[in-house]
């Protein structure tokens, strides 16, 4: 109680009150463009957190978050181009409403469903935290190494058929946080007679260089594409003004799903792997299947865009649930975020409620006022989102967006090797884009090697270089049979889709 009421007080800070309003108005900003996301958002941002207390620029980053997430759905309605991946599925029913002349309704939908899944989606992270937290206690190195292992496979396996590019993504983050000094033997490895690499890769130049620097060059050859081509870059403006809004009783009367919706959301979210854009997809389809009026979805229908927007902002919260309290991300969002606690000495282990309990809770109230500003800022967005959408130079914004990437990851450490750092990485980025290997495993597997690497030998030391003891722990069993299920569950599953779709004959 002492903590809660600690954090509660540090939050109220007007200085950290301001931070959450600018993060947001910052995050519905990048999220509405096409081409960016809240982790490159987050990204961006975090340097510049550096001389801010550690409130202060979690509560901002945040607000990014939250705003960046929201922000998606802005593009996605007006101009059916969705500014981030959560909001892909809610382009399906908001477009079709605008051109039925229902444009302000549309984004006052999604507002109002944004902010009742982050309403719910903090209420879940709350609640469920602290009780994970505390089982968590109980969790040593060689229960910590198949417990990696096993969001190693979530990750890995959700990105379906490309789970072979999900493997080979998570063993290149590997090797890049194996660049460094030896954390047990002090011996250096991976540094090629380059002194500055026996400090190892810094995480937030390597996190802008991942996500940030293949936008940036895909945004301004696009731009330069186009002007070649002497095409605009503009698309035909809609005036959101003239046309009718949702008021907050019309939203209410879709009470019901809007809770399933953000509940089951919420759920999806705390499931490493997953993340906000399967969450709104999932959402989408059993809004359709348990609607009245299932042939509207695709064609205008309200409740698909309340569906979308309400799971995937659900997915907020509780995506810091096992960020916290295992210290492992489920997300390249919140993997990104992880880099950000790091920098401001908040570490994610079970032990963070003991260790930065004012500091936790200041974070779940930030949640909520973030929530909670976010109506008068999407308000404000939405009055003027056609100007900010309509009128942007894609090649001035990304050329900005770059000197941002430079400036940021020099201020890090004060040094042009974080520069280069953060260059060399959104080159190979760019290269491993163009292979359509995914950046989110790679940042992932980044964080979590050196975690995995310490208790599998931290293990070793304990049970005398006994490998059997990472499987004799109950919990431990408990995990790798987890992981057993995780990866063999599609492999039989279209084993026994082929033996049906073949069945065997008995010859007479």
């Not at 509660?8 to 009150?17: E, G, K, R, S």
């Not at 999604?110 to 902010?115: F, G, M, V």
């Not at 993340?275 to 409740?303: H, M, Q, V």
């Not at 309400?310 to 975020?337: D, E, K, Q, R």
Request: proline share 6%.
């Amino acid at each position: 109680m002492e903590d809660l009421l600690m954090g509660f007080i540090n939050i109220m800070a007007w200085n950290n009150l301001l931070a959450i309003g600018i993060g947001l108005c910052m995050g519905v900003i990048i999220g509405c463009l096409p081409g960016l996301s809240p982790s490159m958002a987050i990204a961006l941002a975090t340097p510049f957190t550096i001389e801010m207390s550690a409130i202060t620029g979690i509560a901002f980053l945040l607000g990014v978050y939250k705003g960046g997430v929201y922000g998606g759905s802005i593009s996605a309605i007006l101009i059916a181009t969705p500014g981030t991946p959560e909001s892909a599925a809610t382009l399906l029913d908001g477009y079709p409403m605008v051109k039925q002349g229902k444009a302000k309704k549309a984004l006052s939908a999604a507002l109002y469903a944004s902010i009742s899944g982050d309403m719910v989606g903090t209420v879940l992270l709350v609640c469920a935290a602290p009780v994970v937290a505390a089982m968590a206690l109980k969790i040593g190195p060689v229960e910590m190494v198949p417990l990696i292992v096993f969001a190693f496979a979530v990750i890995i396996i959700s990105l379906e058929n490309n789970w072979t590019k999900g493997f080979l993504a998570a063993c290149i983050g590997s090797l890049v946080a194996m660049i460094g000094v030896d954390p047990m033997e002090g011996s250096s490895r991976f540094v090629f007679n380059f002194f500055e690499l026996n400090e190892g890769i810094s995480l937030i130049p390597f996190l802008v260089g991942l996500f940030a620097i293949p936008e940036v060059i895909g945004g301004i050859l696009e731009s330069w594409h186009r002007k070649k081509n002497k095409e605009s870059n503009k698309e035909t403006p809609i005036d959101v003004s003239q046309s009718e809004g949702l008021t907050l009783k019309e939203f209410l009367q879709h009470w019901k799903l809007t809770l399933k919706s953000a509940i089951i959301g919420g759920g999806i979210g705390a499931m490493p792997g997953l993340g906000s854009t399967a969450a709104a997809f999932t959402c989408y389809a059993l809004a359709k299947r348990s609607s009245k009026t299932p042939e509207k979805f695709g064609n205008g229908s309200i409740e698909g865009v309340i569906a979308c927007e309400t799971g995937n902002n659900g997915t907020c919260g509780p995506a810091l649930i096992p960020l916290l309290t295992l210290g492992i991300p489920g997300s390249s969002t919140a993997a990104v975020l992880y880099g950000s606690l790091m920098m401001h000495d908040i570490v994610p282990s079970p032990r963070i409620f003991i260790e930065h309990g004012p500091a936790v809770y200041a974070l779940f109230i930030s949640l909520i006022i973030g929530a909670i500003l976010l109506y008068p800022v999407g308000k404000f967005f939405i009055k003027y989102a056609s100007k900010l959408i309509y009128k942007v130079d894609r090649g001035v914004l990304f050329g900005g967006i770059f000197l941002l990437c430079l400036t940021g990851s020099y201020a890090v450490g004060n040094s042009m090797f974080a520069v280069v750092t953060m260059l060399v990485a959104g080159f190979l980025s760019s290269i491993l884009r163009q292979f359509h290997i995914p950046q989110g495993p790679i940042l992932i597997a980044f964080i979590l090697e050196p975690i995995l690497e310490r208790s599998f030998r931290q293990g070793l030391i304990m049970s005398g270089n006994d490998i059997f003891a990472f499987f004799t722990s109950p919990l431990a069993g408990a995990f790798w049979i987890c992981c057993l299920v995780i990866l063999l569950y599609r492999p039989v599953k279209q084993m026994l889709k082929k033996d049906n779709g073949n069945p065997q004959t008995i010859p007479s």
